[in-house]
């Protein structure tokens, strides 16, 4: 089981990198003050901090 949770996690964490490389490539917070994104800049970093804080506190 401790092998299946690896797995999914690291596929996770991969995909969330790679939409966090996305957005910032298409010009990130940029992009957001000209209205290309229907999120803020806040809720973006505070979802990635959560993230790093999750990780770091296993």
């Known amino acids: ?15 969330g990198f790679s939409m966090l490389g996305t957005w910032i490539a298409r010009g ?7 209205g290309g994104s229907r999120l803020p800049a806040p809720v973006l ?3 990635f901090l959560l993230t ?3 990780v770091g506190g296993s």
């Open 52 to 54: 790093a804080l999750g």
């Open 1 to 15: 089981m401790e092998i299946a949770a690896l797995i999914a996690w690291l596929v996770t964490a991969v995909g």
């Open 45 to 47: 970093v505070g979802h």
């Open 28 to 34: 990130g917070v940029a992009q957001q003050k000209a």
